[in-house]
């Protein structure tokens, strides 16, 4: 289809980025932001051959990488923003050092920040725009080892309740998806007694897919979204039922 809107998708490199990149470009053209992989993106770019995929690259804890990746693309009609981008530098409280609080903070939480305020004041000048925050379940349930990854995370659904309040008049929706535990080359790496234990509190007694995950954010990026605005969208088999 052509003269497609663009959706701007953080972090797309990663394990769920990438889901979220193939179920997005089914109704958008594409901007694919990495830190660090742009060969991953260059592949997703060959594949997507029926709509135009844009690459761009930065660390996005810093305003000025985000202004700079922001005037690469202001000139094309971004219509969603996904703030996906994501680390984890896991240790219990007492381990954990500034350096590695802040670091996670500042990827996972300001980045969101930064990112929202360059792309919403175009959306609201258009009257309609989809911002979509990647938080998880530990921003709701805490997770020991976690403390900065669950605190960032915490950070962008108050965020996301904040903002889908100051731009839900010009027609801009601001909502967050919470994964719970998503199968990736993470969980892959898990023992089998880790695994185990952590089936026990998911009542579908399975993990999620990142498809599943990918899905539900093209639910919420699509026009049959159009009256759910603030909300966090948990997905992850009734964890926190």
């Known amino acids: 289809m052509e003269n497609k809107n663009y959706a701007f998708i953080s972090g797309a490199s990663g394990g769920i980025g990438v889901f979220i990149a193939e179920e997005l470009k089914k109704d958008y053209n594409l901007i694919l932001h990495t830190r660090s992989k742009k060969d991953v993106l260059e592949k997703l770019k060959?594949?997507?051959?029926?709509i135009d995929v844009k690459i761009v690259e930065g660390d996005l804890s810093k305003f000025e990488d985000c202004q700079k990746i922001f005037d690469e693309v202001k000139d094309?009609?971004?219509e969603v923003l996904v703030n996906n981008a994501g680390i984890t530098k896991d240790n219990l409280i007492f381990r954990m050092t500034d350096e590695d609080f802040t670091k996670v903070i500042e990827t996972n939480l300001n980045s969101?920040?930064?990112?929202?305020?360059?792309f919403a004041r175009p959306m609201m000048k258009k009257r309609k725009g989809k911002i979509i925050n990647i938080s998880s379940i530990v921003g709701i349930k805490g997770n020991p080892g976690q403390a900065n990854y669950a605190a960032s995370k915490a950070g962008l659904i108050a965020l996301t309740k904040t903002m889908a309040k100051?731009?839900?008049?010009?027609?801009?929706?601001?909502?967050?998806?919470?994964?719970?535990?998503i199968e990736?080359?993470?969980?892959?790496?898990?023992?089998?007694?880790?695994?185990e234990e952590?089936?026990?509190?998911?009542?579908?007694?399975?993990?999620?897919?990142p498809v599943e995950v990918a899905k539900v954010i093209r639910f919420l990026a699509s026009d049959d979204a159009s009256y759910i605005n603030g909300q966090v969208i948990s997905v992850d088999g009734g964890l926190n039922t």
Not at 46 to 50: A, H, I
Not at 184 to 195: A, I, N, R
């Open 112 to 118: 969101a920040f930064y990112l929202s305020k360059l």
């Open 184 to 195: 990736t080359k993470m969980t892959e790496e898990l023992s089998d007694s880790v695994k």
């Open 198 to 209: 952590m089936l026990k509190g998911i009542p579908l007694k399975r993990y999620g897919s």
């Open 166 to 181: 100051e731009l839900g008049g010009k027609n801009v929706l601001v909502n967050a998806v919470a994964p719970g535990f």
């Open 76 to 78: 094309l009609d971004v």
């Open 46 to 50: 060959d594949e997507y051959k029926d």
